[in-house]
Every structure is written in structure tokens, then in C-alpha cells.
């Protein structure tokens, strides 16, 4: 069934957990870039073992398009093979395929704060002023669902749920949804928790 939903919030993590917490998830961003990387390589290989390097080819093959043929030969998910054909093609033209090489590839640095999350419409931030991070995802049909479900969402999730709260720090995640939305009752249609953070841990 079709809903859409979103959700946005910002959690203030603890002075003494912020600097880890940041550092793991850009850790855990390359790693997902170099995974994405060598998957890129490897369906290459397979593109050019099937002659369909050009446009010409991919036309005159089964394959509607580049992407097509990407997730059909490579057996991909749908997320990895959006993210591939980004990749492949450098986000120019969507049938000229491109080598993929590093420089190909978003690796974070260390001064990075924003991430956007493929294909997902959702967002991670860190305010080294503030020692917080922002979560926000932009509304769609099942973007919420969606999102969470991406590795990198799951990675900060599951660090956060394991932060050592204090008094003070944590925060809430508040959303809503096209069926909540619609409600006509007294207080009907109001954003509502969707994730608490703090001294009661995580909970979604």
C-alpha cells in the first residue's frame, strides 16, 4: 500500500562520545564507497564481456537500458544498482559508460559533515559545534522505511542506540504520514515521535 511519510530531528550526543561516534561513520562511509567501488569494477568486467559498453549495444540488445542491463547481469539490488549506474556513468550521459576508477567514488573526509544517502532522499549531518547529528528524510512514498533500511542509516542507528547517554544529550526524531495527515479528530494530522534518543536508549 502506498504512504507517504517522512521524518527529521537532531540528537545531541555526549562531548565524550561525538568525536567516535563521527569518526566510525565516515569510517563506515568509505568502506561503503569502496565496496560500491569494487562492485562497479567487477560489473564492468561483466558489461564489456557482454559487448555492451555503448549505447548502440545496449539498444540492440533485451535490455531497455544501462541500468536494466546492470541489475539483470550483475543480479544486483535495486539500490545497488542505482548507486552503479551512477557510478558507470559518472552522472552524464545515462547510456555513455565510463571506467569506474576512485576518483569516480564520493569518499568522505574527515572534515566532511553532510552525507547524503543514495537513492534514499535522506540526509546525515554533523555540527561539530553543537556536538549533534541531524537526520532528515524528505517525504515520499515508504521514505522512511526505505531509508532506514539503508546500510549507512542502520550503521548510525545501531551506534547510536549504544551511546553512553548524559543528562542533557539525546533527542527525538518526529515525522509524519499522508493517513495521519488526514485525520479529523481533535489533534488529527499533528507530527508525531517516530525515535527517541537519551537516558531510555533508542527505540523505533
Known amino acids: 500500500m502506498s504512504r507517504n511519510d517522512w521524518e527529521s530531528g537532531k ?6 562520545a561525538y568525536a567516535k ?3 566510525d561513520f565516515i569510517n563506515a562511509w568509505n568502506n561503503n564507497r569502496q565496496a560500491m567501488l569494487d562492485k562497479a569494477i567487477a560489473t564492468w568486467e561483466v558489461l564489456k564481456n557482454n559487448r555492451l559498453t555503448t549505447e548502440a549495444a545496449i539498444r540492440k540488445s533485451k535490455h ?6 546492470i541489475g539483470t547481469l550483475a543480479n544486483y ?4 544498482t542505482y548507486v552503479l549506474h551512477r557510478i558507470l556513468t559518472q552522472q552524464t550521459n545515462p547510456w555513455k559508460l565510463r571506467k ?3 576518483a569516480a567514488i564520493d569518499f568522505a573526509k574527515a572534515s566532511q559533515r553532510r552525507f547524503e544517502l543514495d537513492s534514499v532522499e535522506a540526509c546525515v549531518y554533523f555540527d561539530d559545534e553543537t556536538k549533534s547529528v541531524s537526520w532528515s528524510v524528505s517525504e515520499n512514498n515508504h ?8 546500510p549507512l542509516a542502520r550503521h548510525l542507528f545501531r551506534a547510536l542506540r549504544n551511546v553512553d547517554w548524559t ?4 533527542g527525538i526524531i518526529v515525522g509524519n504520514d499522508e493517513y ?8 488529527g494530522g499533528a507530527n508525531y515521535v517516530t525515535m527517541t534518543f537519551g537516558k531510555k536508549k533508542g527505540s523505533w
Request: proline share 5%; aromatic share 2%.
Open 180 to 187: 495521519n495527515q488526514d485525520g479529523d479528530d481533535e489533534g
Open 100 to 102: 569506474p576508477t576512485k
Open 64 to 69: 531497455f537500458s544501462l541500468e536494466d542491463a
Open 167 to 170: 543528562r542533557g544529550s539525546g
Open 21 to 23: 561516534l563521527r569518526k
Open 77 to 80: 539490488s535495486e539500490e545497488d
Open 143 to 150: 521514505a522512511v522505511d526505505d531509508a532506514r533500511n539503508h
Open 11 to 16: 540528537i545531541n550526543i555526549p562531548s565524550k
